[in-house]
Each structure stands twice: as C-alpha cells, then as structure tokens.
C-alpha cells in the first residue's frame, strides 16, 4: 500500500459509510444546463460544488447537459434547501432532479 501511494496510484485511503445510517438516505442525480459557457461560469460551478457537501460527484458532460451532479440528502425537503442555494450560487438555464428509488451498484472501485 505504501508503495502504491508513493507512486501516486493511491491517492487516499477511505471509510465506507452507510448514508442512510447518517441521515443522508435520499441521493439525488441533479442535471444541470448552464445559463452561460464561459470561464467565470464555469469556476462559480466549480466553487459551489466544491463548497457544498451534499455534493458527492460532479461531472461536466458532452452532448445535451452541461453538468450531472451525485447529491446526497436527508429527504426532499433537504434537497430543495440544497436546489436553493445551488441556484443563488450559479447562473443556469435549467436544472431537472431524479431522485434515486434503489441503488443497484456504488462503487469505487476502479476495475483493473
């Protein structure tokens, strides 16, 4: 392991935690269309990602959406605060929610 992360394969080392156990059941895909394409824009993303723990994956897309973020929250109500501030944060032309019923396979696990 050690010379594994000497050699910058591993970059860190992590606990799994059961989110529903903490209070963070709900995970919600948020997809995201952004209002405007330039550097400013996408920095003021990138900061409110970073910023917000709700936030457990953020991904900037090819094709028809510009970002999809992994949310997790303790309900519905906790993700409208969390929509709240995302938008007051960042300028976006449309943002859609699906929230997630079963969670068939979470991993990270990169398959070598």
Same mark, same amino acid.
């Given at each position: 392991?050690?010379?594994l992360e000497?050699?910058g394969?591993?970059?860190?080392r992590?606990?799994?935690?059961?989110?529903?156990?903490v209070?963070c059941?709900?995970?919600?895909?948020?997809?995201?269309?952004?209002a405007?394409?330039? /550097? +400013?824009s996408?920095k003021?993303l990138?900061? @409110?990602?970073?910023? *917000?723990? #709700?936030?457990?994956g953020?991904?900037?897309?090819?094709?028809d959406?510009?970002?999809?973020l992994r949310?997790?929250?303790?309900?519905?109500?906790?993700?409208?605060?969390?929509y709240?501030?995302l938008? /007051? +944060?960042?300028?976006?032309?449309?943002?859609s @929610?699906?929230?997630? *019923?079963? #969670?068939?396979?979470?991993?990270?696990?990169v398959?070598l």
């Amino acid at each position: 392991m050690k010379l594994l992360e000497e050699a910058g394969v591993l970059k860190g080392r992590v606990a799994l935690v059961d989110a529903g156990k903490v209070g963070c059941g709900l995970t919600v895909l948020v997809l995201i269309r952004t209002a405007l394409h330039d /550097a +400013r824009s996408m920095k003021a993303l990138h900061d @409110a990602v970073h910023a *917000m723990p #709700e936030v457990t994956g953020a991904y900037r897309m090819t094709g028809d959406l510009d970002y999809v973020l992994r949310v997790r929250v303790s309900d519905v109500a906790a993700y409208d605060a969390f929509y709240k501030r995302l938008i /007051a +944060r960042v300028a976006l032309s449309d943002i859609s @929610a699906s929230f997630v *019923m079963e #969670e068939l396979k979470d991993t990270t696990a990169v398959p070598l």
